[in-house]
């Protein structure tokens, strides 16, 4: 998956690895009902949660799979950890909703600046009713184009990882076919 977005990043004239990202979760229901459940109190759902780090065409940089009842921010730091030991060292900025706004998430981002010089920026929404909001609509397209493969809708898997995993084949799937 790495190779095919870094190659359709250089096929649109970019850099390899991106600068930028958007994060966001997504809360979905489960059909087992295996250790990693929980409930979205937000939502009002029992399951599972993605919480999807993005670059600024949407392509997937990482996936972190948890328990529903796993707040963004914890999601978020799980998500930031697993792309500093997979290498990525260029990333600069993050946009994010409001469910990553607090002083403890932006301290940890700061903390961690020793390796990754991550400025952390929430996008709030304007107004009322639906809204397009800057920056933020990236990720959200992202999880539309998931969600139009049928197994993602709703999650089957026993493990996170499974799902991950899964996450990664519907992304190497839209990539394939953009290469055609």
Same mark, same amino acid.
């Given at each position: 998956m790495d190779r095919l977005t870094q190659q359709e990043r250089r096929r649109n004239g970019r850099a390899a690895t991106p600068s930028a990202g958007i994060v966001d979760s997504q809360t979905i229901k489960t059909a087992t009902h295996g250790k990693t459940t929980g409930y979205d109190a937000g939502k009002k759902i029992k399951g599972r949660k993605r919480h999807l780090l993005v670059d600024? $065409? =949407? /392509?997937?940089?990482?996936?972190v799979v948890t328990a529903a009842d796993v707040d963004d921010r914890a999601g978020l730091k799980q998500v930031l950890t697993r792309l500093k030991a997979a290498g990525v060292a260029r990333l600069r900025k993050l946009w994010a909703d409001g469910g990553y706004q607090g002083e403890a998430i932006r301290?940890?981002? %700061?903390?961690? *600046?020793k390796t990754h *010089? &991550?400025?952390?920026?929430?996008?709030? *929404?304007? =107004? $009322?009713g639906f809204t397009v909001v800057k920056r933020r609509w990236v990720v959200e397209r992202t999880l539309a184009w998931l969600m139009n493969f049928r197994r993602? %809708?709703?999650?089957?898997?026993?493990?996170?990882?499974? $799902?991950? %995993?899964? &996450?990664?084949? %519907?992304? &190497?799937?839209? /990539?394939l076919k953009r290469i055609k």
């Open positions: 600024t $065409s =949407g /392509l997937l940089r990482q996936v301290t940890w981002v %700061a903390n961690q *600046k *010089k &991550i400025d952390l920026e929430v996008v709030a *929404k304007q =107004g $009322s993602h %809708a709703r999650d089957y898997e026993v493990l996170t990882r499974h $799902s991950e %995993a899964l &996450i990664q084949i %519907a992304m &190497i799937h839209l /990539l």
